[in-house]
């Protein structure tokens, strides 16, 4: 079981909608991460949280809000998304820092925009 | 065998074969690299990871050997199972850095 948890694991929204993806990792990491996989291709980063301070942003469409508020949660807030937006957001925990930097994922939340 | 083109390159290997998922990485300052292993429908599992002092890591069943004089990187999993079918991904990074780059995958297909 992975000990990254993300809600909801579907979702169908229209392009008019607002929505929230949420992400909870309890292993004390300090760097949340969110990731967009489209099928059959490897995932990209979207956005990088370190100490609750965004400190990477891949230059995400602004319909693309994320939000951290506290060190064990990480929000995706969408908003007037786009079909081409359908895919799975992963989110994702690490260290910051020190001898590992390995990731660790969530099972996903399966987006599809309508 | 090997099948690369339009579709995510798959390799076929019979149960109780090893096999070797290979992957060439894009950044020569690279100093730490990941294999994950993704299952239909979940997120990617991390399997190990090296980092660019050493050329060899062996774990259970699984060796990860790095060549950085051409920027390539192999996963060879020993007597190959069924559970191991799956999309396998090597990612790269660079000096602790958060920004991991993940190489296209490879899909493993174990036949019985």
């Known amino acids: 079981d992975t000990e990254v948890t993300q809600t909801p694991k579907h979702l169908v929204m229209g392009m008019t909608n607002k929505k929230s993806l949420k992400c909870e990792q309890h292993?004390?990491?300090?760097?949340m991460y969110w990731y967009k996989q489209k099928a059959k291709k490897p995932p990209e980063l979207m956005f990088v949280y370190s100490y609750e301070k965004l400190s990477i942003n891949e230059s995400v469409p602004s319909r693309f809000s994320p939000e951290c508020p506290n060190s064990s949660l990480l929000n995706l807030h969408l908003h007037a998304l786009q079909p081409e937006d359908s895919a799975l957001y992963l989110c994702a925990s690490s260290q910051v820092g020190g001898v590992t930097g390995e990731l660790f994922f969530g099972e996903g939340s399966r987006l599809t925009v309508l | 065998g090997e099948s690369v083109g339009l579709h995510l390159p798959t390799l076929s290997v019979q149960e109780g074969d090893n096999s070797i998922i290979n992957c060439a990485y894009s950044?020569?300052?690279?100093?730490?690299f990941i294999w994950y292993k993704q299952e239909s429908g979940k997120g990617p599992q991390f399997i190990i990871d090296?980092?660019?002092?050493?050329d060899k890591r062996q774990g259970q069943r699984v060796t990860v050997l790095l060549n950085k004089t051409v920027k390539h990187l192999s996963l060879q999993i020993a007597a190959t199972q069924p559970g191991d079918s799956a999309v396998y991904f090597c990612a790269e990074n660079y000096n602790y850095g958060q920004n991991f780059v993940f190489g296209p995958g490879t899909r493993l297909s174990v036949l019985p």
């Open positions: 292993m004390g990491h300090r760097a």
């Open positions: 090296i980092r660019s002092n050493m």
């Open positions: 950044n020569s300052a690279s100093d730490y």
